[in-house]
């Protein structure tokens, strides 16, 4: 069975410091994982996703997410907040390997202080 | 190009009416999902089509809830006799691949509530 935790339900940073979204995860195989992004009143939008090539991946809006197996870690990391950053983002796991069936984290709300 | 769109945006219906929502993918994906975003239960697999095999139904809460996929293209998800606890976002995703993992886009999502 495949699991995510996002560690922190609620994150707030000022502008122009570096943001950190925790997530840890649990799967019977080498997994695919996503980080998604969504904003109030808007759909779910993909910022990255890590398919066992580079365990440094980057996404959109200068966001990254390092995969480390021996942590089963997948962190989400930005080094400067902007006031556009605030939104919910999703920390998730396939449920096989073609990453289909998705299981979601709980995901984190980040605020972002002028 | 257009992404994946859902109708209506927004629904109220009466406890024991049924519902549908409608799920149009992006033209060309073979793979369709459904999930319910809810307060308390966070965001849910419900069911997945992929081309013309059989739906992998085992997200769906309770034998209430049923979808259709017509042509390999526009989706329905069928409520029944709503309930209270039915009241969620309910998001359709489609997915092309990508390598050799699909990427899921996501539509804005059914804002069902059931009074």
């Known amino acids: 069975a495949q699991s995510v935790t996002q560690l922190d339900s609620h994150v707030s940073v000022s502008e122009g410091t570096p943001v950190l979204l925790r997530c840890n995860y649990s799967s019977s195989y080498s997994p695919s994982l996503f980080w998604y992004v969504q904003h109030p009143n808007k759909g779910l939008q993909l910022l990255l996703k890590?398919?066992?090539?580079?365990?440094l991946v980057k996404g959109i809006n200068g966001f990254e997410a390092e995969f480390k197996k021996s942590e089963t870690s997948f962190h989400l990391t930005k080094p400067s907040a902007h006031m556009s950053d605030a939104a919910e983002y999703f920390c998730v796991v396939s449920r096989d390997n073609a990453g289909n069936m998705l299981t979601f984290g709980g995901g984190t709300r980040l605020m972002v202080k002028p | 190009g257009a992404g994946v769109s859902q109708s209506p945006s927004n629904k109220v219906t009466e406890k024991g009416k049924d519902v549908e929502l409608r799920c149009d993918p992006i033209s060309g994906h073979t793979a369709l999902y459904w999930y319910r975003q809810s307060l308390g239960q966070g965001l849910e697999f419900l069911i997945y089509f992929q081309g013309n095999s059989a739906p992998d139904k085992s997200g769906l809460p309770s034998d209430r809830f049923s979808a259709e996929r017509t042509g390999g293209s526009v989706s329905t998800l069928t409520i029944q006799r709503t309930q209270q606890e039915d009241s969620a976002v309910y998001l359709c995703a489609s997915s092309s691949r990508t390598g050799t993992t699909d990427t899921q886009y996501f539509g804005p999502g059914t804002r069902l509530t059931v009074l």
């Open positions: 890590y398919t066992s090539a580079a365990t």
